[in-house]
């Protein structure tokens, strides 16, 4: 089993930056592509980004390239998501989540393991 937490959310203003991290407990998670999701109040789960094992394959949600960037220390065993140039859209509960199988989609039904979420407002 594979425990992940998430944190670093929290309150900021339009314009500013917040670093998520996702800490992965249980098992190394070095072979696993990673993923970050959110889902914003009355609305469904939706992918911003995820990474494969060897760091060098990533991929965003168009709604986030070129604001957000996703990497992995996985000497740490932890996933990061840098968020720029916040937007008050953006906000949501941000969740990340492990797949086993390295296929790092985009579809989250293909993650195996999630964390708890941590929430991320930004006002205008």
């Known amino acids: 089993q594979v425990q992940l937490v998430e944190s670093g959310g929290g309150l900021v203003q339009a314009g500013g930056s917040l670093r998520l991290s996702c800490a992965a407990s249980?098992?190394?998670?070095?072979?696993?592509?990673m993923g970050w999701f959110r889902q914003a109040p009355g609305k469904e789960r939706e992918f911003v980004a995820r990474?494969?094992?060897?760091?060098?394959?990533?991929y965003y949600a168009d709604s986030v390239k070129g604001r957000f960037t996703i990497s992995r220390d996985n000497a740490k065993n932890t996933v990061y998501l840098q968020m720029n140039n916040l937007e008050p859209e953006d906000t949501a509960v941000y969740y990340c989540?492990?797949?086993?199988?390295?296929?790092?989609?985009?579809?989250?039904?293909?993650?195996?393991?999630w964390g708890q979420g941590t929430q991320v407002t930004v006002s205008a």
């Open positions: 989540a492990a797949d086993r199988a390295g296929r790092a989609l985009q579809y989250g039904i293909t993650y195996d393991y």
């Open positions: 249980g098992r190394t998670v070095s072979s696993y592509a």
């Open positions: 990474i494969t094992w060897s760091t060098s394959n990533t």
